[in-house]
């Protein structure tokens, strides 16, 4: 929960907040590291903020094909995010450069042929990759 607010505190100081041994704090951590909850410590940038433009894809995949297609798409570097549902939709996080002539070319030359609607968003209105406090305390 900590580590979620600020990556770069030290596991001492960690220790100090949770009044306990940073010895312990070091072992939950490297538990959780070891486990694949923690996957990596880094900066969050905001791509809207640095200029690009989000976009919203979603694709209507036959479901004998959807794993392909899904897979396709993550490939390409524009993409931050994709999602499967088990009806056959795949959603994808995308960004564009709102400078380039045809920003989701890529995107959708892998997607001929299937229905699909690209949606550029307009206002970011909440953008966390937190896990909230009250279902982190549910795991204990």
């Not at 490939?75 to 959603?91: N, Y």
């Not at 002539?101 to 609607?117: C, F, H, N, Q, W």
């Amino acid at each position: 929960m900590h580590l979620q607010k600020d990556a770069r505190l030290s596991l001492r100081e960690l220790g100090r907040i949770l009044e306990v041994p940073h010895t312990t704090v070091f072992t939950r951590v490297n538990k959780l590291i070891s486990r694949g909850i923690i996957q990596k410590f880094q900066a969050v940038l905001h791509p809207h903020d640095l200029g690009f433009k989000v976009n919203m894809v979603i694709i209507e995949a036959p479901q004998n094909k959807d794993d392909n297609i899904a897979e396709q798409i993550s490939e390409l570097g524009q993409v931050m995010k994709v999602f499967r549902s088990d009806a056959g939709k795949i959603f994808v996080k995308a960004l564009s450069d709102p400078t380039e002539t045809d920003p989701m070319k890529a995107i959708e030359s892998r997607l001929y042929g299937y229905d699909y609607v690209i949606h550029e968003i307009e206002q970011v209105v909440k953008y966390d990759h937190d896990l909230n406090d009250d279902l982190i305390k549910r795991m204990d």
